[in-house]
């Protein structure tokens, strides 16, 4: 069993803002979640790691809130107390719009390498002193970032990652068909048949061109 | 099967220790009987075209249970999986190390294409970068649309014309 000394405190809000006076609660549906500027984000978690028992990093990730917004990108770690079962979220916005940045944490959690390639991969997060900011998904030399709201889900036409496979072939990377897709089920429905997957909006494919409005 | 009616088999009694066919016919025969399949499992099709080469559905009964992981050595590439844009130069090379003569069979609705993965990391169908000789229906097709695949595909070389011809000229 957990011993009572390793247990998350109560008042985790206070906690932080002793040291880091900017940290406010977020609004949150299920488990503490904070804000904080993203210079502190790596003392804070250290804070948190070391001296309140979230010793498990489980997700680094990041929310691209709108092609327009500002800030556009917000970073979010979720920490894990394996001794008091408590989950705790930190969320930090990137000052850039165009270039967002976050510090690495791969010091404080060695899990936190692949994490951060995949956000960087697919949000183009840049964690700054990473030790090795590879694209982790899509192969090296792909020019986008695939999750970013201004890239649609069938994709964009490139070039095949290997050049002379694709002189051979001739195929490049082409947006995929969509039929107005994407598919998804119906849940909640009893008759099988009308919860197979579907797409939800029909009102443009690949005959019917999309509307400026929707 | 044992028929009763021998006149209708071959009868080295009567007629010697001689076949008498075309040299196309033989090769193809050959060919068709002999497939070994390069199995480029990349998902849950891998797993059906496992249970095809297993004891239940048993590959062998068709001659082609001499699953190859080295190119050089297969002349039948089974595609069983989603293609990613990733993968997809690595399986073109493969194909490309694969002797001639060599075929392609493009398992299940990923490879034949893109299946549901209508999305930016996916190939929509694996003929876009390699030619595909079968393509079978299904997510994941059953063990025996696969056999069938094989028994199409082996119909496909019997019926090769000019076998030879394309041998001496190549």
Same mark, same amino acid.
């Given at each position: 069993m957990s011993s009572p000394a390793a247990a998350p405190a109560t008042d985790l809000l206070a906690v932080l803002q002793a040291r880091f &006076?900017?940290? %406010?609660?977020? &609004?949150?549906?299920?488990?503490?979640?904070?804000?904080?500027?993203?210079?502190? %984000?790596?003392?804070?978690?250290?804070?948190?790691?070391?001296?309140h028992g979230y010793d498990l990093l489980i997700d680094v990730t990041a929310v691209d809130w709108d092609v327009e917004a500002s800030p556009r990108f917000s970073v979010v770690?979720?920490?894990? @107390? @394996?001794?008091?079962?408590?989950? %705790?979220?930190? %969320?930090?916005?990137?000052?850039?719009?165009a270039?967002?940045?976050?510090? @690495?944490?791969?010091?404080?959690?060695?899990?936190?390498?692949?994490?951060?390639?995949?956000? =960087?991969?697919?949000?183009?997060?840049? =964690?700054?002193?990473?030790?090795?900011?590879?694209?982790?998904?899509?192969?090296?030399?792909?020019? =986008?970032?695939?999750?970013?709201?201004? =890239?649609?889900?069938?994709?964009?036409?490139? &070039?095949l990652p290997d050049l002379e496979v694709a002189d051979i072939t001739k195929a490049t990377v082409l947006p995929a068909p969509m039929m107005g897709g994407p598919f998804v089920a119906s849940t909640g429905e009893m008759n099988l048949t009308e919860a197979e997957p579907r797409a939800k909006d029909e009102s443009w494919n690949e005959r019917n061109a999309k509307p400026a409005v929707l | 099967m044992v028929t009763p009616n021998s006149e209708l088999a071959y009868n080295t009694k009567i007629e010697g220790d001689i076949v008498v066919t075309r040299v196309d016919a033989v090769i193809n025969w050959l060919r068709s009987s002999s497939v070994w399949p390069m199995p480029m499992g990349l998902a849950c099709c891998a797993i059906e075209l496992m249970a095809t080469a297993s004891s239940r559905f048993d590959i062998a009964r068709f001659g082609a249970e001499v699953f190859r992981f080295s190119p050089r050595q297969a002349d039948c590439m089974i595609v069983a999986g989603t293609v990613t844009y990733k993968m997809a130069p690595h399986l073109r090379r493969i194909y490309d190390q694969m002797a001639e003569p060599k075929w392609v069979i493009a398992m299940g609705a #990923?490879?034949?294409?893109?299946g549901m993965y209508r999305s930016y990391a996916t190939l929509q169908g694996v003929d876009r970068i390699?030619?595909?000789?079968?393509?079978?229906?299904? #997510?994941?097709? !059953?063990?025996?649309?696969?056999?069938?695949?094989?028994?199409?595909?082996?119909?496909?070389?019997? !019926?090769?014309g000019g076998t030879a011809k394309q041998l001496l000229s190549a």
């Open positions: &006076p900017a940290a %406010v609660a977020r &609004p949150s549906g299920d488990h503490p979640a904070f804000n904080l500027p993203m210079a502190e %984000v790596p003392a804070a978690l250290r804070l948190l790691r070391d001296e770690w979720h920490l894990l @107390s @394996s001794t008091a079962h408590g989950y %705790v979220r930190i %969320v930090a916005a990137c000052a850039d719009d270039e967002p940045t976050a510090p @690495s944490v791969v010091s404080l959690w060695a899990g936190a390498n692949w994490h951060e390639r995949e956000t =960087f991969d697919l949000m183009g997060i840049r =964690f700054t002193d990473h030790p090795d900011l590879r694209r982790i998904l899509m192969w090296d030399g792909y020019p =986008f970032h695939p999750l970013r709201k201004d =890239f649609p889900l069938a994709g964009i036409e490139t &070039p | #990923c490879a034949s294409s893109g390699v030619p595909v000789d079968v393509y079978i229906s299904g #997510c994941p097709p !059953r063990p025996e649309a696969l056999l069938d695949a094989l028994i199409k595909l082996q119909d496909k070389m019997t !019926r090769n």
